[in-house]
């Protein structure tokens, strides 16, 4: 067959990739506040706290608030991957919804942008007005740090994240939490003791059979990306959909090509560009669990 890729393979292909990618689905895409920009920094705005005043006396003079206004900068990260095709009769491949390649392709990228995610919960963020000051999680929310390591993961240790995020005024809704297959293993072993109640146990147990995705006012998701444990301990998160936002530069870009240096090879390659940064200390909630229990 001709050395030669027709268009409609190229466009089947970059469909394949961007259907796998918006289906299978990176776990933590639209989880979080998502801008799109040209450049490689972006700045999320921040508007603080402010409080009415009382008027008085009438025809009084009006008074001003001075707002409270500060940045997070994010700096974007380009995410690629690439393959070669040697037979040209695996060309035909590539437009099958299956196909390997496709899949490949799709799941890569979607792991790097759920890591963007992950290393943002508690890595230092950039602030002030260029971006030059840093902020570690200790630092941007004191609070927010608890250890479980001396029990297992249980609905009280979960209750107890709630009232975290209720202290610091953080919505009810759009709450998600992020563990390790460990940690939900865990939680539904807590919920058989005789203790607990049943209705707990038959809701966890939902949780971990795929049945249900909500939990104590969270949204679960569950993760084998997280930072691999030292000493057993792992760091598992809850976070408010505002308090975590993504900077898009450019979503997956598919490209197909015949390699002239590579023996006519066809080169299928698949590029994403985005960043990650902690938005809101305050709606963040980090907590330590030793996965041993």
């Not at 890729?5 to 990739?17: D, E, G, L, R, S």
Request: hydrophobic share 40%; with cysteine.
């Amino acid at each position: 067959m001709s050395d030669q890729i027709t268009v409609a393979f190229v466009q089947q292909y970059k469909a394949n990739v961007i259907n796998l990618y918006q289906q299978a689905g990176s776990k933590l895409r639209g989880l979080t506040r998502m801008e799109t920009l040209v450049g490689k920094q972006h700045f999320f705005e921040r508007l603080g706290a402010t409080a009415a005043v009382k008027k008085i006396i009438r025809h009084g003079d009006t008074p001003l608030v001075n707002t409270p206004h500060s940045r997070r900068m994010v700096t974007l990260v380009d995410f690629e991957w690439a393959d070669l095709v040697d037979q040209q009769d695996k060309i035909r491949l590539l437009i099958n919804p299956e196909s390997e390649y496709a899949i490949n392709a799709s799941w890569a990228l979607q792991r790097a942008y759920d890591g963007e995610v992950i290393f943002a919960f508690d890595g230092d963020v950039k602030t002030g007005e260029t971006g030059s000051t840093t902020v570690t999680f200790a630092n941007d929310n004191p609070a927010g740090d608890l250890d479980f390591s001396s029990a297992a993961l249980t609905t009280p240790n979960l209750l107890n994240v709630k009232r975290k995020l209720d202290e610091k005024e953080v919505p009810p809704g759009d709450r998600f939490i992020i563990v390790s297959p460990p940690a939900l293993e865990q939680l539904l072993k807590a919920s058989t003791a005789p203790i607990a109640a049943s209705s707990d146990y038959n809701t966890i147990k939902a949780l971990v059979n795929g049945d249900l995705d909500t939990w104590v006012g969270f949204k679960w998701v569950v993760s084998t990306l997280l930072p691999s444990p030292a000493s057993n301990m792992r760091y598992c998160f809850a976070w408010h959909k505002n308090s975590m936002g993504v900077a898009m530069g450019k979503d997956i870009t598919v490209d197909i090509g015949i390699r002239r240096d590579k023996s006519n090879s066809t080169q299928v390659y698949v590029m994403g560009t985005y960043g990650a940064t902690r938005v809101q200390g305050e709606g963040v909630v980090r907590f330590k669990i030793d996965e041993t229990k």
